[in-house]
């Protein structure tokens, strides 16, 4: 997989994730956690240009991946990302 498509990987996990925190359906959030995180891992060499991006978005997933779904500012920053690195993957 490119790095475009493991961003947008990453993107549509962050999307399905701020939906079930913003429903309360938690039940399947740590197993999509996980799958993001092994998207992550799996980015090597990211694009200068990207780089600020994926360093602010690595700092805003540790700090989710510390907390309990909830349904107002945990799905509100998925959904940002989710937005953010879809419009940016390009840049990967």
Excluded: C
């Excluded at 309360?24 to 780089?51: E, W």
């Excluded at 994926?54 to 509100?76: E, I, M, Q, V």
């Amino acid at each position: 997989m490119t790095n475009q498509d493991l961003v947008l990987n990453i993107a549509v996990n962050l999307s399905r994730l701020g939906r079930w925190s913003y429903e309360g359906k938690t039940a399947r959030i740590p197993q999509f956690l996980s799958d993001t995180q092994i998207y992550i891992g799996q980015l090597h060499q990211v694009n200068p240009g990207f780089r600020p991006t994926y360093n602010r978005f690595l700092k805003d997933f540790l700090y989710l991946k510390s907390l309990s779904p909830n349904p107002s500012d945990w799905s509100d920053t998925a959904f940002t990302w989710a937005a953010i690195l879809t419009h940016r993957a390009k840049l990967a």
